[in-house]
């Protein structure tokens, strides 16, 4: 119901944009997140938005280079990349979940996408 789209190959420094669409679901209701795994990691936290688009949060690691935003009339939520590194190679994932702030656990979020890959090459 949630899918993950936008990832894709990109050279240090280079931008993209994912996008997080859902069906069956109205986005609106809920705190949409992304997490990213890399190749023997575990999942991590990136970044979060509240439902109105007012509140959001980052990883220390990606704060100042990424933005979490949504278009609920959409119903999509994207992040914005900008100054990829090497260290941000991972598998994306957006997920769903109907706490009442923004939370970086795993298990506040009941809902997953299938993730995209996004590599950035040195």
């Known amino acids: 119901q949630l899918q993950a789209s936008g990832g894709g190959l990109v050279q240090v420094g280079g931008s993209l944009r994912l996008s997080c669409a859902a069906s069956g679901r109205t986005l609106s209701s809920y705190v949409i997140a992304w997490f990213r795994q890399a190749p023997a990691k575990e999942r991590e936290f990136v970044a979060a938005?509240?439902?109105?688009?007012?509140?959001?949060y980052y990883a220390d690691s990606v704060k100042g280079r990424f933005t979490i935003s949504r278009d609920n009339a959409k119903n999509t939520v994207y992040l914005q990349m900008n100054s990829l590194k090497p260290e941000d190679t991972a598998l994306y994932y957006c997920a769903a979940g109907r706490s009442r702030f923004v939370a970086v656990s795993i298990p506040s979020y009941a809902y997953w996408g299938q993730g995209t890959q996004v590599t950035v090459s040195s």
């Open positions: 938005i509240n439902w109105n688009g007012d509140s959001t």
